[in-house]
């Protein structure tokens, strides 16, 4: 199983980004996709976590409407848009696939991530 980040970068407060996450796995369509960011203090906090066949979503609190997460079963692929960015969005974040399709909040429970791709929001 391999999960690739992609879409992060720098951008000014305001602005937009469309994360993407492309995972290898035969049964992508079974599993629960999350995004989570690090925090300063080391932590992997939710950002948005997406079902098997999207239908339910679930965002943290500081992204609830400005940030849309779906997902691609035939491309195998799960989206962020990130809207109107602030710098307090500004950090590492990780794709992370939950093959038991569980619906889970918490970041130890989830059995495959990827590297990561570094969002800057500049102010």
């Known amino acids: 199983v391999d999960l690739v980040e992609s879409g992060g970068g720098l951008v000014q407060a305001g602005g937009s980004l469309r994360l993407s996450c492309v995972v290898t796995?035969?049964?992508?369509?079974?599993?629960?996709m999350t995004w989570f960011r690090q925090t300063p203090e080391n932590e992997r906090e939710l950002v948005a976590l997406?079902?098997?066949?999207?239908?339910?979503?679930y965002y943290g609190d500081y992204v609830k409407g400005r940030f849309t997460i779906s997902r691609d079963n035939v491309k195998n692929t799960v989206y962020l848009q990130m809207n109107s960015l602030e710098p307090e969005d500004t950090g590492l974040y990780y794709c992370?696939?939950?093959?038991?399709?569980?619906?889970?909040?918490?970041?130890?429970?989830?059995?495959?991530w990827g590297q990561g791709t570094q969002v800057t929001v500049s102010s």
């Open positions: 796995m035969r049964t992508f369509s079974e599993a629960t």
């Open positions: 997406i079902s098997r066949h999207s239908g339910y979503t």
């Open positions: 992370a696939a939950d093959t038991t399709g569980s619906i889970s909040y918490n970041p130890r429970t989830y059995n495959y």
